[in-house]
């Protein structure tokens, strides 16, 4: 496997009525774990990248962490360095975000 983890950050804008991760922040969440994988010498070994739409519209913005799978909701910028440090790097998902299914 190239990346040791993959996080997709939902950036899909639908019409209205939908609350959409988009316009919810989406990208401003790939730009903020993007800046804190470089920060800590990480963007080779862990991946963070836009997605489409992950089909968790209701949860938005959310956040899905491969390989494991855990899916993350309502997550916001000042989310981003607990995910990264309690999951990315210490593997520890953060139960307070986490998508139960």
Do not use: W
């Not at 639908?14 to 903020?32: D, F, I, T, W, Y």
Request: aromatic content about 8%.
């Amino acid at each position: 496997m190239k990346y040791k983890k993959h996080v997709f950050i939902c950036t899909n804008d639908k019409p209205a009525p939908k609350k959409c991760c988009g316009s919810e922040k989406g990208m401003e969440l790939v730009e903020a774990f993007k800046a804190s994988l470089t920060e800590k010498g990480l963007q080779k070994e862990i991946r963070a990248q836009r997605a489409g739409c992950l089909d968790t519209c209701a949860f938005g913005p959310s956040v899905v962490v491969y390989p494991e799978g855990i899916f993350y909701g309502k997550v916001t910028p000042e989310d981003v360095e607990e995910i990264v440090n309690e999951h990315l790097i210490n593997d520890k998902p953060v139960d307070r975000l986490k998508l139960d299914f």
